[in-house]
């Protein structure tokens, strides 16, 4: 199973821009790149998914290299209610998903 | 369309006793699965079933069994519980197993076992 690395945890402010990076050095060619958001005492919530190059939804952002050994959460112009747990998964089905410790991100006022 | 629930929303057990998490899904979704989160910890993966009629262990299986009991319901059993297993449990549900698929989560169930 690929295992991630993404920081502990992140400050911002509200209105900038926070990008959150994910390291996947093993990834497997079939593997997917997910990313969850999770508020606390609350289940996970799907944020966005990728495979390469860029993806953009209404939430966010995920940039991916071309070797697909990382990326790169964005969330443009943040605000309080983005104080999150985020995490970063890669897997090829639901069943080997793995979540890691994630980023913790506080936005202050 | 509530999504995925779970009951109950808070239990407490002394060592040894047993107890059924319920969870239900009313998107027709064909899989679903059961996590714990420790604090501190992302989530990890205890049972799955892909789709209904089967069930397969995850990462941490043991001192758990489960029941898919139709397409809608998935059930988690402590059948004799420990310490450590003083927990929060999440069941979630994809349409599939499948590349790519989406899980959406319930609220989850804290669980303190003395």
């Known amino acids: 199973l690929a295992k991630t690395t993404q920081p502990i945890s992140m400050d911002s402010y509200e209105g900038q821009e926070v990008n959150i990076t994910c390291s996947h050095n093993?990834?497997?060619?079939?593997?997917?790149i997910t990313w969850y958001q999770q508020f606390p005492s609350q289940g996970p919530r799907f944020i966005i998914q990728g495979y390469k190059t860029k993806v953009t939804n209404e939430v966010a952002s995920l940039f991916i290299p071309a070797d697909r050994k990382s990326s790169t959460l964005s969330l443009p112009r943040v605000s309080l209610s983005d104080t999150a747990v985020y995490y970063c998964?890669?897997?090829?089905?639901?069943?080997?998903?793995?979540f890691g410790a994630g980023t913790i991100l506080r936005v202050k006022s | 369309n509530a999504g995925v629930t779970q009951t109950p929303k808070f239990q407490v057990l002394k060592t040894g006793q047993s107890m059924t998490l319920q969870c239900a899904q009313d998107?027709?979704?064909?899989?679903m699965y059961w996590y714990r989160q420790d604090p501190g910890m992302g989530l990890r993966l205890i049972y799955y079933?892909?789709?209904?009629?089967?069930?397969d262990k995850g990462e941490v299986p043991n001192g758990y069994n489960v029941s898919r009991l139709n397409k809608r319901e998935f059930s988690l059993r402590l059948e004799s519980a420990a310490p450590s297993q003083t927990s929060v449990y999440f069941c979630?549900?994809?349409?599939?197993?499948?590349?790519?698929?989406?899980?959406?989560f319930g609220p989850g169930t804290r669980l303190l076992v003395l």
């Open positions: 998107m027709n979704h064909n899989s």
């Open positions: 079933s892909a789709s209904e009629g089967t069930t």
């Open positions: 979630a549900s994809s349409p599939t197993v499948n590349l790519g698929e989406t899980q959406y």
């Open positions: 998964l890669v897997g090829e089905n639901g069943n080997k998903l793995v």
């Open positions: 093993n990834i497997a060619t079939n593997d997917y």
